[in-house]
């Protein structure tokens, strides 16, 4: 059996039918980039996340960047963000000539919440927490501090649409929720896709305006803005699978209990999420000191799997300016060295996880 680390194809399958239906209707509607889909898109997703607003826009990496860019953060803040992430949460900030300041992360694999104070200086300007594989950091900590030091609190929930923390869902905390909808997160677009939640209604009102080229009136630019428009047949499509979304979760779930139950091997960690947590399962990440060892095992058995991520942004070529060393962050790099996404998808069969479980299992 040949496993993939990942089978968008299925997701796609799933539901089919609602798909072709909406992509028509908006190829023939004759409006494709701000009209009534992503008007109701983000109607919908901000009722979903319990959030008063929702700003559709065209990445989750232009969410980060513009969060910071509304909030007024630029050149000589600093920004308090965990180290093991995807390397765009950073540039969310290094994009605003804002500067990172990393914090290691805890055994959940989210930012370690006791290690932020330690950070704050008089330039902080704000906490980006990131909600990695969907395992929810916990908040209430977190909210505590950034509400005792007057610092902005953004949310990366570019993996974690739908999961909570002490029954709220992540990207309600804070000041603004950033969200990707690149075909492989838990809620994928066909094509590139963003969103923000935020509850001031006057920070929507600046997210639309950055969106448009800084213009709330046609022809008249308040700010030197962007284009990053969430567009209408992504929205529509996006709009078929929000509707799914708590089903799309649940089956996520259901595969990361049958991981959990059925794997047994002392060579491997388990992932575990935090407490009053629930996470959505983006990815299933164990970690295993052998882990060079176990890829060419599974690769025999013709299983895929992905390393999320390699390099951590501080050693990445990328920031060589930001002078980090081998050795700075130690509990970031360790992990960089041994976690290991096992293949997670909508579609995925019980035949399909029982083979990885028992390859798995066999491992010594
Ligand atoms: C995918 C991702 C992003 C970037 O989203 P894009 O839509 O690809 O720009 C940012 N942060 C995290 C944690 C991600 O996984």
């Known amino acids: 059996m040949k496993i993939m680390p990942n089978r968008m194809d299925r997701g796609f399958y799933q539901y089919q039918e609602e798909f072709e239906e909406k992509a028509l209707e908006v190829l023939r509607s004759g409006w494709y980039v701000l009209g009534k889909e992503v008007s109701a898109f983000e109607e919908e997703f901000a ?189 529509g499509l996006l709009r078929v699978r929000l509707r799914h979304l708590p089903e799309i979760t649940k089956e996520r779930a259901d595969i990361a209990e049958a991981y959990a139950k059925g794997l047994d091997n002392l060579l491997i960690k388990l992932p575990k999420l935090a407490n009053h947590t629930t996470g959505v399962w983006h990815q299933y990440v164990i970690r295993c000191e052998e882990r060079a060892r176990l890829i060419a095992y599974l690769d025999e058995r013709e299983i895929g799997t992905i390393i999320h991520y390699p390099i951590p942004p501080h050693l990445s070529e990328a920031y060589a300016s930001l002078g980090y060393h081998k050795g700075d962050l130690p509990v970031t790099e360790h992990l960089a060295d041994t976690v290991l996404s096992l293949p997670v998808y909508n579609g995925m069969t019980r035949e399909e996880q029982d083979y990885v479980i028992a390859a798995i299992n066999a491992f010594q």
């Not at 929702?54 to 803040?77: I, K, N, Y």
């Not at 950073?90 to 290691?104: D, R, S």
């Open 47 to 235: 009722a979903y996340t319990g959030a008063p607003y929702c700003v559709g826009l065209a990445s989750g990496l232009d969410a980060l960047w513009l969060a910071f860019r509304v909030l007024g953060v630029g050149p000589g803040d600093e920004v308090i963000v965990q180290a093991n992430t995807y390397i765009a949460s950073v540039m969310g900030i290094t994009i605003n000539g804002a500067t990172p300041i990393f914090v290691e992360p805890d055994e959940h694999f989210g930012i370690d919440a006791g290690k932020i104070e330690e950070k704050i200086t008089s330039r902080t300007k704000a906490v980006l927490v990131v909600h990695l594989y969907g395992m929810p950091c916990g908040m209430k900590r977190i909210t505590d501090l950034c509400r005792k030091h007057h610092l902005y609190l953004v949310e990366d929930c570019a993996q974690s649409h739908g999961a909570c923390c002490d029954g709220q869902m992540t990207g309600t905390f804070g000041d603004v929720g950033c969200f990707s909808f690149y075909p492989s997160k838990n809620l994928g677009a066909f094509g590139d896709g963003g969103a923000v939640v935020v509850r001031d209604e006057a920070l929507a009102r600046d997210f639309r305006m950055y969106r448009n080229y800084g213009s709330e009136k046609r022809y008249y630019n308040k700010v030197v803005g962007a284009n990053s428009r969430l567009d209408e047949l992504q929205a």
